[in-house]
């Protein structure tokens, strides 16, 4: 009987400090997203912005594997190489980009001529500006953000390709197989994942545990020469 009460008890212990860890994610998550929320409208003043940016010649697919090997396939077509979905996944065997922190390792893996940094839990004027410059580079930009596959929302890698500040448009290659075109509200909505509708307890739990990111890209540059 001792012992039986004894496992009661490290039981209640064990449950009370996962609901106090639960509970203290979910107010980070919560002052995080608050953060990232900043007042964007002066970006449509800006002379800096004036100059519409696109990359040209990214070829949108229809992901096989996952939404990460898409991305990275695109990428690498775009930049002269031949990677695909299939040969990732002959290498490795699974998908290994379920992560944004792996996604980032494999792009430097997968292009040495380029350094991608991973810069997350951006403001939206932050993003917005990151974008610009990543863009006004010449080079597609990775990034992270809600999107629906049919009917069923999804955490999902897309590239931006271009984005017209004036004309309130932002260019995506969405590997679902299609561009799109967005106003930056929705854009924005969709990379605060504030758009993602019933959003299943895994990724709530990821968001609020920093396994997944909020307003995330992957700024890429050359380590030799502008494209």
């Not at 919560?30 to 040209?56: A, L």
């Not at 992270?144 to 290659?173: F, K, Q």
């Not at 590997?175 to 967005?182: C, K, R, S, W």
């Amino acid at each position: 009987m001792k012992k039986r009460k004894t496992v009661l008890m490290l039981i209640s212990v064990v449950a009370g400090v996962i609901v106090i860890a639960a509970a203290a994610a979910a107010i980070r998550l919560s002052v995080m997203t608050n953060r990232i929320g900043d007042d964007y409208s002066s970006v449509f003043g800006e002379d800096k912005y004036k100059t519409p940016v696109n990359v040209e010649s990214v070829e949108v697919i229809t992901q096989k594997v996952s939404c990460g090997y898409a991305v990275i396939e695109m990428f690498s077509h775009w930049s002269g190489g031949n990677v695909t979905e299939e040969k990732l996944y002959e290498t490795y065997g699974k998908v290994v980009t379920s992560t944004g922190r792996a996604f980032c390792e494999e792009m430097n893996k997968q292009f040495p001529q380029y350094q991608t940094t991973m810069r997350k839990w951006l403001k939206n004027t932050e993003l917005i500006e990151l974008l610009y410059e990543n863009l006004s580079a010449g080079v597609p930009v990775p990034f992270e953000w809600a999107a629906l596959y049919g009917d069923v929302w999804t955490l999902h890698y897309s590239l931006v390709t271009g984005m017209d500040i004036p004309n309130n448009t932002i260019r995506v290659a969405n590997p679902y197989g299609y561009y799109e075109e967005l106003s930056v509200n929705e854009f924005l909505r969709r990379t605060s994942f504030e758009a993602y509708e019933n959003m299943p307890l895994f990724l709530k739990l990821g968001f609020a545990f920093g396994i997944f990111e909020k307003n995330t890209i992957y700024g890429v540059s050359s380590k030799t020469a502008v494209r």
